[in-house]
């Protein structure tokens, strides 16, 4: 399974981005996926989640409301609306895959794409 992530950019806050996740070499609508980012010198963290045909999702709750995950399983991508940016979404934002069930444990994916970097200036 290979992930390319792309979308990422430098955007004023309370502006928008969208991200994109391209997936190559497997299944796609057999894996749920996931956004995480990982500001620096600071963990990992779960943005939000969405199932193998689109029907679930889920968020953190210092996005919700503003991102919305969604996913095109015909051009095996999963996508990240990002709404309303605030300086603290700055980071590296990275998709991953999980085979059969989602988590919003980062160590419970096994596929990672590359991130790609989000900077929102104040």
């Known amino acids: 399974v290979q992930l390319q992530a792309s979308g990422g950019g430098l955007v004023q806050a309370g502006g928008s981005l969208r991200l994109s996740c391209a997936a190559s070499g497997c299944t796609f609508n057999w894996f749920h996926m996931g956004w995480f980012r990982q500001a620096p010198g600071k963990e990992r963290e779960f943005i939000a989640r969405?199932?193998?045909?689109?029907?679930?999702?889920d968020y953190a709750e210092s996005v919700k409301g503003r991102f919305t995950i969604s996913r095109d399983n015909a051009k095996n991508t999963v996508y990240l609306q990002m709404n309303s940016l605030k300086p603290e979404d700055t980071a590296v934002y990275y998709c991953a895959a999980r085979y059969c069930s989602g988590s919003y444990d980062a160590s419970d994916y096994a596929y990672w794409g590359q991130g790609t970097l989000v900077t929102v200036s104040s």
């Open positions: 969405i199932g193998y045909s689109g029907g679930t999702t």
